[in-house]
């Protein structure tokens, strides 16, 4: 069965800085690859997704994921933190079809100024 | 945005009470979903939807039942509602028939406490 790790319940970043969220998965078959953001009080939305076209994905605000295979990693990426990035962010893994989607279990992502 | 809305949004109950949690959705897409998010757990699967009347159990399904009966919508209902079921509770759609390989459209939540 597939399975996520994030690493790092809570990241915290000086603003401008490089932000890195963690995520390691585990999966039998070739997985499709999500990063979804949370912010305070609301439901999620898709930052980007992998689906084996290519493996950097870049996705919206600036964040981009690169798929690697060999360390069964996608770690997600944004060069310069800005105060509005502040939310927790989760990593998700399917192996498509009926499989259902696994949630890593979030990494909250503080912006300090 | 998604034409996702779930009602209530708040509610209390106490122990041993029946709850029943609405998901609507606007854009007539096939796969339905309930998770719940809790602290340190991320968010889990209770059930899911892929067409009017055909359902399957998630990953926490005990203590729940769903129900779908039109495209647009798909209950949740706790039989009878527990302390450990005091969560939050998402609904998220997705468009057709490749399943758990498409992306999700999340609701804005319901938050609930059981007493």
């Known amino acids: 069965a597939q399975s996520v790790t994030q690493l790092g319940s809570h990241v915290s970043v000086s603003e401008g800085a490089l932000v890195l969220l963690r995520c390691n998965y585990s999966?039998?078959?070739?997985?499709?690859l999500f990063w979804y953001v949370q912010y305070p009080n609301q439901g999620l939305q898709l930052l980007l997704k992998?689906?084996?076209?290519?493996?950097l994905v870049k996705g919206i605000n600036g964040f981009e994921a690169e798929f690697k295979k060999s360390e069964t990693s996608f770690h997600l990426t944004k060069p310069s933190a800005h105060m509005s990035d502040a939310a927790e962010y989760f990593c998700?893994?399917?192996?498509?079809?009926?499989?259902?989607?696994?949630f890593g279990k979030g990494t909250r992502l503080s912006v300090i100024a | 945005d998604a034409g996702i809305t779930q009602s209530p949004r708040h509610k209390v109950t106490e122990t041993g009470t029946p709850v029943t949690l609405r998901c609507h959705q606007t854009?007539?897409?096939?796969?339905m979903y309930w998770y719940r998010q809790d602290p340190g757990h991320g968010l889990r699967l209770i059930h899911y939807?892929?067409?009017?009347?055909?359902?399957d159990k998630g990953e926490v399904s005990d203590g729940y039942s769903v129900s779908r009966s039109k495209t647009e919508d798909f209950l949740l209902t706790l039989e009878s509602a527990t302390s450990s079921q005091t969560s939050v509770y998402f609904c998220?759609?997705?468009?057709?028939?490749?399943?758990?390989?498409?992306?999700?459209?999340f609701g804005p939540g319901t938050r609930l406490l059981v007493l």
């Open positions: 998220a759609i997705s468009e057709s028939g490749q399943g758990f390989s498409e992306t999700q459209y």
């Open positions: 999966s039998s078959v070739p997985p499709y």
């Open positions: 992998y689906t084996s076209a290519a493996t």
């Open positions: 998700a893994v399917s192996e498509g079809g009926n499989t259902p989607l696994v």
């Open positions: 854009e007539n897409h096939r796969y």
């Open positions: 939807s892929y067409g009017v009347k055909d359902t």
